[in-house]
């Protein structure tokens, strides 16, 4: 188990390190820089030079490059172009609002795909079944801005119960609750989806196992029934789950967009307009860490919920 | 009797209402500051935000005049290098009374170019003393009548001198003396700010304002019409109709100083032929693409907006006129398979449909426009700056308060991105720029405009109309003209 878990983290650190260095090369490579859009339109190229300058763009690409390396190793994110304040600061504004959403949406996502999955695959043929399965069609078709869109027509503007965008000033759990329920609901939806036909799948796989026509053949209750395919199915769920909990980050940057809400994704796509390396190396760092993170509470969960991956 | 209870009810009611509650004001808008340092930044987006924060020595008053504000009057010796301010009594948000060592300090750190972006246009000062407190001395090398509008413009904001020599974070916690406090600023969320009572022209009326930053212009107005937003700073062509049709909003239309155009780069080959790009401008209706693409405007001849004082009267706007265009492009030795590269930017949907029309226009008289949409950082790298790589391009350029800031540059083929080549323009230009005399100024910057008109750099469309929105209930919000700042002091919420 500990040599497995060595290998793995050997292996998402090269990842790591490749990751950051291809953002960093993309955002050297993409045309305009960050001191041109700092110093403004009207701006005389000696101006222009001053705020190079300032932002310590004159060095050398490579030495910057080894510098924010070296910052790293300290824990230390660097400032941001635009804003002048460190990262990391500018990082744990930003994440209440991204973890609040990425959480619901999580939660959500998981209660209703494992449900409908779980439901759907026991009723094969079903009503039921057929319902969940256009829903999964519709679901995993459509983009999620779409549907992002669509419950803003119905739930904030034709029947204004719900608000249209942004996050609240004050007003508590509540209020914030309130601003995320469509956020969260719109990112739920594919996810709930590609949950819900996957568990479907494992479920109708493992109702066709030895033992389960077993249970049934022996006339054993069908909460028996139920109980065995549910044991047997779930590990194999947990690393989908974790792994959609890790790609979370990536979704809530386009939904953020659409609800206008200041989170992780809205200060990503702010900093690449503006090329604000550092902001977007930043951001980079973090959606790695969670995804590792996420990979390896997949294989811990997954050793403890079948005990033949303990062996390996 | 009854009459009379019931009114006096209704007045007792609307009192405690007005009492009880306080008044936010919520303005919706697109952009959001990049930093809330006046003297950092470079954005419009900042200094409408900043406007409320900060005051300046002088300001832009409704009419496009400069006014008193910091500074209550000022002289400036007959030979136009010494001005004397004499300045009102404030105080800033953190305690300090506003004096001429904040006025000093304030000044230096624009000028320093490590500081201020905009630190090139007070390069003329030479030095800058107290005469007392309350006065305050600038010398100059030499006449520099845009001085004043820089000094109105939101970067020439007044900052506390104890603050400055602390190196103070103004960027997140901006201090100044305006009517309004920095309270809270949630990046890509919003900005709140909240009123000061101890404002040194009156406390404003509404209590706080909050400033949403939205980009859709669909959902800020929605916001609107569901009474989420009093104010929206900015209406899409698109929804002029709805908001124009409706009782409990109101739209105001006025016209901007920006002059929308569709610039050449006279590098290229023909284009560098003025009959060419006299052409150009012939072979396009610039009334209809203002009214498509923006949303109405006036036409312009030259490169400033009509009814700007500078642009002499009879500059008239080129008229829409095909055959002459293609006469003119047949003269010129056009070829017919002759193709443009117009490079637009992404960013601005107005100007990617403006160029999208232009390519219409101009392939009625056989001139083929392939388009490439950029990206804004692009834009300003490729096309603006750096390589110049583009035969046309769409944008407007915004209001200057002195015409400077507008035409700086024109006529030196290097300096701009249009690269315009005509050194007479650029000796009146730098005439123009130290005659301490407004009447003589106004006569060079006349003769350039009109050259501009000539051998025009530009297919000018004209200038667009500014639009805004807001709730029935709300009075006394304006936009200062040509910088576009926010004005909340006298908005009042019925």
């Not at chain 2, 006279?266 to 009214?291: E, G, H, I, S």
């Not at chain 2, 219409?360 to 834009?379: C, H, P």
Request: hydrophobic content about 45%; glycine content about 10%.
């Amino acid at each position: 188990m500990v040599a497995f878990l060595a290998r793995s983290l050997a292996s998402l650190a090269v990842t790591f390190v490749m990751v950051m260095t291809l953002v960093f090369v993309a955002m050297e490579a993409l045309p305009g820089d960050a001191a041109m859009l700092r110093s403004g339109i009207d701006a005389s190229a000696a101006a222009t030079d001053a705020a190079r300058r300032e932002l310590g763009l004159d060095a050398p690409v490579i030495v910057r490059y080894a510098q924010w390396w070296g910052d790293l190793v300290r824990g230390d994110l660097g400032d941001s172009f635009r804003e002048r304040r460190p990262v990391t600061t500018i990082l744990v504004e930003r994440l209440p609002v991204t973890g609040a959403l990425a959480l619901a949406a999580f939660s959500l996502s998981v209660v209703l795909g494992l449900g409908l999955g779980f439901l759907a695959g026991m009723t094969p043929g079903s009503r039921f079944d057929r319902g969940v399965l256009g829903y999964t069609t519709i679901g995993l078709a459509l983009p999620e801005f779409w549907f992002g869109f669509v419950l803003l027509l119905v739930f904030a503007i034709a029947w204004p119960v719900l608000p249209l965008i942004g996050l609240p000033d004050g007003g508590g759990a509540g209020a914030w609750l309130r601003h995320l329920t469509l956020p969260a609901i719109t990112l739920a939806i594919p996810r709930a989806a590609q949950l819900a036909r996957l568990t479907r799948a494992t479920v109708l796989e493992h109702r066709q196992a030895d033992w389960v026509r077993t249970v049934r053949a022996k006339g054993g209750p069908a909460s028996l029934e139920f109980r065995h395919v549910a044991a047997n199915a779930s590990p194999g769920l947990f690393a989908p789950i974790a792994l959609e909990a890790g790609g979370l980050l990536t979704g809530t940057i386009v939904v953020e967009q659409v609800f206008g809400l200041p989170g992780v994704g809205a200060m990503l796509i702010g900093a690449i307009g503006a090329r604000d390396v550092p902001v977007v190396q930043g951001a980079t760092v973090l959606a790695v860490l969670v995804y590792v993170a996420m990979n390896l509470l997949a294989d811990v969960a997954l050793a403890a919920g079948d005990p033949r991956a303990r062996e390996a | 009797m009854n009459h009379v209870v019931r009114s006096a009810l209704a007045a007792l009611l609307a009192t405690s209402l007005s009492i009880g509650v306080a008044q936010d004001l919520v303005m919706a808008t697109s952009a959001q500051p990049d930093m809330l340092d006046p003297h950092g930044t470079s954005a419009t987006s900042a200094f409408q935000s900043t406007k409320s924060i900060y005051d300046t020595l002088v300001e832009v008053g409704r009419d496009g005049t400069i006014q008193p504000l910091l500074a209550t009057s000022w002289s400036i010796s007959d030979d136009g290098t010494v001005w004397t301010f004499d300045l009102a009594e404030a105080t800033f948000h953190d305690g300090t009374p506003f004096d001429a060592d904040d006025a000093i300090a304030s000044l230096n750190r624009l000028r320093d170019a490590d500081v201020s972006p905009k630190a090139e246009e007070f390069t003329a000062i030479r030095e800058i003393e107290a005469v007392d407190a309350r006065t305050l001395r600038v010398m100059l090398d030499q006449p520099t009548p845009a001085l004043l509008a820089s000094l109105a413009s939101g970067w020439g904001a007044m900052l506390p001198s104890e603050k400055i020599a602390a190196n103070h974070d103004f960027a997140n916690e901006p201090i100044g003396t305006g009517a309004f406090m920095f309270d809270e600023w949630v990046r890509d969320g919003y900005l709140r700010l909240t009123a000061n009572p101890d404002y040194f022209k009156g406390a404003p009326s509404i209590d706080s304002v909050t400033l949403r930053f939205v980009t859709d212009s669909a959902v800020q107005v929605q916001g609107l019409l569901s009474g989420d937003f009093h104010v929206i700073g900015g209406v899409a062509t698109a929804d002029l109709a709805t908001i124009a049709n409706r009782d409990d909003v109101t739209l105001v239309q006025e016209p901007s100083g920006t002059v929308l155009v569709t610039s050449i780069n006279n590098r290229r080959p023909y284009l560098d032929d003025a009959r060419v790009r006299q052409a150009l401008n012939l072979a396009v209706d610039a009334q209809t693409v203002l009214d498509v693409a923006y949303g109405g405007g006036t036409m312009t001849g030259s490169f400033m907006e009509p009814g700007n004082p500078w642009l002499p009267s009879d500059v008239e706007p080129y008229g829409y006129d095909p055959e002459r265009a293609r006469a003119l492009l047949d003269e010129a030795g056009v070829p017919d398979d002759w193709t443009l590269d117009m490079a637009l930017p992404q960013p601005y949907e107005v100007h990617v449909q403006a160029g999208q029309i232009v390519q219409d226009m101009l392939a009625d008289v056989g001139v083929n426009v392939e388009i490439r949409v950029v990206e804004w950082g692009v834009w300003l790298g490729e096309v603006y700056r750096g390589d110049r790589d583009f035969d046309l391009t769409v944008i407007g350029h915004t209001g200057k308060l002195d015409p400077t800031g507008r035409l700086g540059g024109y006529g030196d083929p290097d300096a701009t991105y249009v690269g315009w080549d005509d050194p007479t323009s650029v000796s009146l230009l730098s005439e123009a720029a130290a005659e301490p005399d407004q009447t003589a100024r106004a006569a060079l910057y006349g003769e350039v405009l009109h050259r501009l008109h000539d051998t025009t750099p530009f297919i000018y469309f004209g200038a667009s109309n500014r639009s805004h929105a807001h709730r029935a209930n709300v009075e006394g919000f304006w936009m200062t003209p040509l910088l576009d700042s926010y004005d909340f002091r006298s908005v009042t919420v019925q």
